[in-house]
């Protein structure tokens, strides 16, 4: 069982809960916020409806962990594994090993920020009104890639905009990841020392025309790219960022998630996907044992140090967690087979890519705020009904099955989940004080009426 939550700008939350091997949705519901006392009715009737789940996928939030100790304990019986998602696992080291010196880093960068977008603020009035010459002059020192003299004549402003802009469009020089996986400033920190040393050789190619509107803009370029590059706090902090990220893409390397796609590849059978497990194992090992030895070591760097210690300090709160992916499984006539569970919750997360992805088509927004706010959670479950196996075993193999299927399921209710589906229609109906305003609230304090009443209240007893 795979569960996790997504939301749109820490609004308009959706909890869903996947069969993780047939990568069926099994109940979707919106929620206020993703928190235990929300999520865990919705667990339990799962369970009581289609069984006990041989192991838990989720997140390493401690809502997510108490849902899934929740359910252990009203079955003491039963064997049920609980998995720490390896990409969760590293993201969150990640953040804790980066996220101080990447900040940092980005109080340096700002005021840069800042004079480059004035800078290319000052072109537009700089540059001649004739599109056709100022085209012509970018295109003519472009295709020259052996000489970096410029004109300097007002087209060649154009080209110290295009410049500057290189620099803030920093992130093509990524790999559209996010934070911790990419690092947006040190991206555009190695953008400016480069620019730094451009513009320098291009000012030095260009030195008998000191006097042009052109070359006095390069000059502020570089002047504001060089004043970064000299600042020795960045440096300093740049150093250490990127010794601690070079520790930090050894565990992603130790952990195999580089690889997804030669992952898919070279796994077909389950015996070379549990030996695969292994060898990921035994990596990951031997890097806990290089960064043990690191911190016993007397010449290892105080920043690499630290996120030693953070990420030893993740390996021994999850690492019983991260293992045991390989789980027999008995049939109905009790024949036991091997199956190997997912490393990672990236099943929710596609499922949830897909969905916005469908929504954002749909609507032509890119923010989904309203449309995950009004959107009916049971909605996620139309997504296996492209599923044959599903159709056959829900539907009758068809969905022209499906009216008689809801009145039948409405109007007689299994008498094994009777008891169960009106405690959970109860415990869904609850409204948890989660500090979000819920939109059938919103309607009432914006009303004509509401408003006119606080006024009258305001004005006539205050």
């Not at 909890?15 to 339990?44: C, D, I, Y």
């Not at 620019?195 to 390069?218: G, P, Q």
Request: a neutral charge; hydrophobic letters at 40%; proline letters at 3%.
């Amino acid at each position: 069982m795979l569960f996790d939550s997504t939301c749109e700008d820490g609004s308009g939350s959706l909890f869903t809960v996947l069969a993780g091997w047939r990568n069926w949705v099994v109940g979707s519901w919106r929620q206020s916020t993703e928190n235990a006392n929300e999520m865990l009715p919705h667990v339990k009737y799962l369970v009581e409806a289609l069984g006990v789940p041989l192991a838990f996928m989720k997140d390493l939030s401690n809502q997510g962990q108490y849902v899934a100790e929740e359910i252990i304990k009203t079955h003491p019986d039963a064997e049920i594994r609980i998995f720490a998602c390896h990409f969760h696992f590293v993201q969150d080291i990640g953040k804790d090993v980066l996220h101080g010196d990447h900040n940092d880093l980005k109080s340096y960068i700002g005021d840069t920020k800042k004079e480059l977008a004035r800078l290319i603020r000052d072109t537009r009035e700089k540059v001649t009104d004739d599109p056709e010459s100022v085209a012509r002059t970018v295109d003519n020192w472009l295709s020259n890639p052996d000489s970096i003299v410029l004109t300097m004549n007002s087209d060649s402003v154009a080209v110290i905009r295009y410049l500057s802009q290189w620099v803030l469009d920093c992130s093509q020089d990524g790999n559209d990841g996010r934070f911790p996986f990419e690092l947006p400033h040190l991206l555009f920190y190695d953008r400016a020392v480069r620019m730094s040393t451009i513009s320098k050789a291009i000012i030095k190619a260009n030195k008998n025309d000191e006097h042009t509107t052109a070359y006095s803009l390069l000059l502020k370029l570089c002047k504001i790219t060089t004043a970064l590059v000299k600042n020795r706090f960045a440096k300093k902090i740049v150093d250490a960022l990127r010794s601690k990220n070079g520790l930090f893409a050894r565990l992603r390397a130790a952990l195999h998630l580089e690889k997804k796609i030669v992952i898919e590849d070279a796994c077909k059978s389950v015996e070379e996907r549990i030996e695969f497990q292994k060898n990921v194992k035994k990596d990951f090992a031997d890097y806990v044992s290089e960064l043990r030895g690191m911190l016993l070591s007397s010449k290892t760097e105080v920043c690499v140090r630290i996120a030693a210690s953070i990420i030893i300090k993740h390996v021994d709160k999850y690492n019983d967690e991260l293992w045991g992916h390989d789980i027999l499984v008995s049939d109905l006539a009790g024949n036991t087979s091997m199956r190997v569970a997912e490393r990672t919750n990236i099943l929710c997360e596609q499922f949830f890519s897909i969905i916005k992805s469908n929504e954002r088509r749909r609507s032509g927004r890119k923010n989904l705020f309203w449309e995950l706010t009004i959107r009916p959670a049971a909605t996620s479950l139309v997504e296996n009904l492209k599923d044959e196996e599903y159709l056959s075993l829900v539907c009758g193999g068809s969905i022209n099955n499906l009216p008689s299927l809801f009145a039948e399921l409405e109007n007689n209710p299994p008498s094994s989940l009777g008891e169960q589906l009106a405690d959970y229609r109860k415990s869904a109906d609850k409204v948890f004080d989660s500090g979000r305003l819920p939109r059938n609230d919103a309607k009432i304090i914006r009303s004509d009426a509401f408003i006119t009443k606080v006024g009258l209240i305001e004005t006539n007893f205050t």
